[in-house]
């Protein structure tokens, strides 16, 4: 989200890679574990005013647990997620480009066919 995590704030990373953690929605996890190195990923806001694409990423580290997950002072702690058996994964990303625009919702969803 730009106000938490924006594509500048991964930018600005050391090699333009960072993790991606915090995600507690069981089918972006399973989407998450399904990725491998190299794959091209949409860096995509959803939780601001207007949702939408920004930049295009790729996986730099394929999924691991999230460590964010057992810790108690994190807002994503999950008591159910334990080191011997997590439920949650992140992937690292790495910047390759950012979009001329934000590509919106609303928009892709007015191109159904493809």
């Not at 995590?5 to 998450?32: C, Y």
Request: with cysteine.
């Amino acid at each position: 989200e730009p106000d938490e995590f924006s594509i500048e704030d991964l930018m600005a990373k050391p090699e333009q890679t960072g993790h991606w953690d915090g995600v507690r929605n069981p089918v972006a996890r399973n989407n998450m574990r399904a990725m491998r190195k190299g794959d091209q990923v949409l860096f995509y806001y959803s939780s601001c005013k207007i949702p939408g694409v920004v930049a295009v990423t790729e996986v730099a580290r394929e999924a691991y647990p999230d460590h964010t997950a057992w810790d108690l002072s994190h807002k994503y702690h999950d008591p159910a997620s334990t080191q011997d058996k997590p439920k949650w994964w992140m992937v690292d990303l790495r910047y390759v480009r950012q979009l001329a625009r934000m590509v919106t919702l609303e928009e892709m969803k007015g191109h159904k066919e493809g």
